[in-house]
T-cell receptor
């Protein structure tokens, strides 16, 4: 059973606009959530994280929001740039583990110039 | 500083053959992980080494998969015999001794196709 779900396989936005990538989870025991970014032929690269005790974490153009009651998190990219075009994975370390990451299927973001 | 490297980048083999994937972690990283992404699905954890010891191999699909990390440096993942469902991208990641998930650095992956 998939514990981390990304229901949108792809998203297309215009340069300069906001990109919103969504992620839902089923395991209420998750303590942290992470977003990874992946370019073709490369491995995933850590982007930003959020602890379950927070509802927002911001790093430059990237902000992650966490809604625990809805078991939902989202990654906002503002403003979006063509270089942001990549696959974005939502992930969480499995309960009691600080290393075994559970990933979603990923969302392909395309930012059009 | 060199990143995590994996070899080969691509491998095409026939069902029943053997394939060995190699991962060289970042120098000094005690933790080494293997993950796999089957096409269209999520990236799944396979196993975790701390130095040369297998800390957790709960994600290994079956006994056709064998991972080793002799000497605590590079690691190999052998699939023998390979089946069609083994096709996918195999990622290796590494992290420092005191770092956990936040500091996992991934390699570019090995794309395995079993025909």
């Amino acid at each position: 059973d998939q514990q981390v779900k990304q229901n949108s396989p792809s998203l297309s936005v215009q340069e300069g606009r906001i990109s919103i990538l969504n992620c839902d989870y089923t395991n209420s025991m998750f303590d942290y959530f992470l977003w990874y970014k992946k370019y073709p032929a490369e491995g995933p690269t850590f982007l930003i994280s959020i602890s379950s005790i927070k509802d927002k974490n911001e790093d430059g153009r990237f902000t992650v929001f966490l809604n625990k009651s809805a078991k939902h998190l989202s990654l906002h990219i503002v403003p979006s740039q063509p270089g942001d075009s990549a696959v974005y994975f939502c992930a969480a370390p499995e309960g009691g583990s600080n290393y075994k990451l559970t990933f979603g299927k990923g969302t392909l973001l395309t930012v059009n110039p | 500083e060199a990143g995590v490297t994996q070899f080969p980048s691509h491998s095409v083999i026939e069902k029943g053959q053997t394939v060995t994937l190699r991962c060289d972690p970042i120098s000094g990283h005690d933790n080494l992980y293997w993950y796999r992404r089957v096409m269209g699905k999520e990236i799944k954890f396979l196993l975790h080494f701390v130095k040369e010891s297998k800390q957790d191999e709960s994600g290994m699909p079956n006994n056709r998969f064998l991972a080793e990390r002799t000497g605590g440096t590079y690691s190999t993942l052998k699939v023998q015999p390979a089946e069609l469902e083994d096709s996918g991208v195999y990622f290796c990641a590494s992290s420092q001794a005191t770092g956990g998930w936040l500091t996992q650095y991934f390699g570019p992956g090995t794309r395995l196709l079993v025909l």
